[in-house]
């Protein structure tokens, strides 16, 4: 078994890092809850929304990174990881971001490969290149993420799909926790 994840949100709860990040950048003092739920949309909808130019998203994404330093990887994942053959991450996060949370919680050992998006020259999920790239190498046969955006594009190629905390948006599966992936997703395949 072959898994696809989103990296924000989806293995590591890097939302209150991302909140603080975009009010940083927006220097106003604007409602956290109301920020994030903009974000779970998607950061160009939120950029949009508070009138921030997408030029400024080398910076926003600098901030966040800085911010990031203590986020936590969800409860259970490990075990999830550690369950399946091969995991792979398509992110929009930097690469360097990425490898310094994953080392640090020791789980950089299950990822046979990490996209970052951005860098490495992909437009921006929802487009599916990013997944495409993924797929010329190898099999993939669960995307997990936490928005639509990263879902979408797992829909496009016809596969299977996990929605992390999100209920709102369609999915072939759907957890809040991942201490119930392998009997609720795994174990159904």
Do not use: C
């Not at 106003?28 to 909808?45: G, M, N, P, Y």
């Amino acid at each position: 078994m072959n898994l696809l994840w989103d990296f924000d949100g989806t293995l590591f709860d890097t939302y209150p890092a991302l909140v603080e990040g975009f009010v940083s950048l927006s220097k106003q003092d604007l409602d956290r809850a109301e920020v994030l739920r903009w974000l779970k949309k998607d950061s160009k909808t939120a950029f949009k929304h508070y009138g921030i130019s997408e030029d400024l998203r080398g910076e926003y994404q600098r901030l966040y990174n800085m911010h990031s330093v203590n986020s936590q990887p969800f409860d259970h994942i490990e075990e999830v990881l550690a369950s399946v053959d091969h995991n792979f991450i398509v992110t929009h996060r930097e690469k360097e971001s990425t490898l310094m949370l994953l080392k640090k919680f020791n789980l950089l050992k299950y990822f046979e490969e990490i996209v970052s998006v951005e860098e490495q020259g992909f437009i921006r999920k929802p487009h599916t290149a990013s997944y495409e790239y993924v797929l010329k190498n190898n099999h993939i046969d669960l995307v997990v993420g936490d928005r639509d955006l990263d879902l979408i594009p797992a829909r496009r190629l016809n596969i299977k799909t996990v929605a992390f905390q999100n209920p709102t948006i369609t999915a072939d599966f759907h957890v809040e926790n991942y201490s119930d992936f392998i009997s609720k997703v795994l174990n159904q395949l």
